[in-house]
Nanobody
Framework: QVQLVESGGGLVQAGGSLRLSCAASRNLDVMGWYRQPPGKQRELVASITSGGTIYYADSVKGRFTISSDNAKNTVYLQMNSLKPEDTAVYYC????????WGQGTQVTVSS
């Protein structure tokens, strides 16, 4: 199969920024980021294809930027203007191999 390893989570104050990284064990055509806030269901926040097609959830559009380095099998999520409601466990994801998630990285935004 494929393994996904996230990094870059942490604690940040409202208005701050974080950059998440996800390294895949093999080349993938589609990668993205889900998040699961406390007490809520997991939701897709952004995705990108090897051809450059990008999706953002409305809640993060204009604040988050997804990018990828296909040569490194790596996807990034730059998160700016963070809000307390962005607090969640963030999971790297691909729908290939019948959906695969990374282990998750905690992002906490304090008010």
């Amino acid at each position: 199969q494929v393994q996904l390893v996230e990094s870059g989570g942490g604690l940040v104050q409202a208005g701050g920024s974080l950059r998440l990284s996800c390294a895949a064990s093999r080349n993938l055509d589609v990668m993205g980021w889900y998040r699961q806030p406390p007490g809520k269901q997991r939701e897709l926040v952004a995705s990108i294809t090897s051809g450059g097609t990008i999706y953002y959830a409305d809640s993060v559009k204009g604040r988050f930027t997804i990018s990828s380095d296909n040569a490194k099998n790596t996807v990034y999520l730059q998160m700016n203007s963070l809000k307390p409601e962005d607090t969640a466990v963030y999971y790297c994801w691909t729908y290939q191999y019948r959906n695969v998630w990374g282990q998750g990285t905690q992002v906490t935004v304090s008010s």
